[in-house]
Nanobody, 115 residues
């Protein structure tokens, strides 16, 4: 199983970014996927999750209405569209999949929201 995040960077408050997670080594369309983030000095937290076929999504209260999770199963890729970014969104963002009760993680991509 391999999960590779991309799309992070430096953005001004109010700006947008789209993160991608490229998955390989498993049947992507069979499993739910999630985005987590970890800010400096804080615990890793769940940002958003999406069901295997993309029918069901869930969001942390802190990102509802600003972030959108989606997936493209033929491309084995998950996305996180982040709009109206705030400084408190600064964190390393991780892609996650739980397969047969085991968690798999990418290495993360850094998002910095600062003027």
């Amino acid at each position: 199983v391999q999960l590779v995040e991309s799309g992070g960077g430096l953005v001004q408050p109010g700006g947008s970014l789209r993160l991608s997670c490229a998955a390989s080594g498993f049947t992507f369309s069979r499993y739910g996927m999630s985005w987590y983030r970890q800010a400096p000095g804080k615990e890793r937290e769940l940002v958003a999750s999406i069901s295997s076929l993309g029918v069901s999504t869930n969001y942390a209260d802190s990102v509802k209405g600003r972030f959108t999770i989606s997936r493209d199963n033929p491309k084995n890729t998950m996305y996180l569209q982040m709009n109206s970014l705030k400084p408190e969104d600064t964190a390393v963002y991780y892609c996650n999949s739980k397969i047969i009760s085991k968690d798999y993680w990418g290495k993360g991509t850094l998002v910095t929201v600062s003027s």
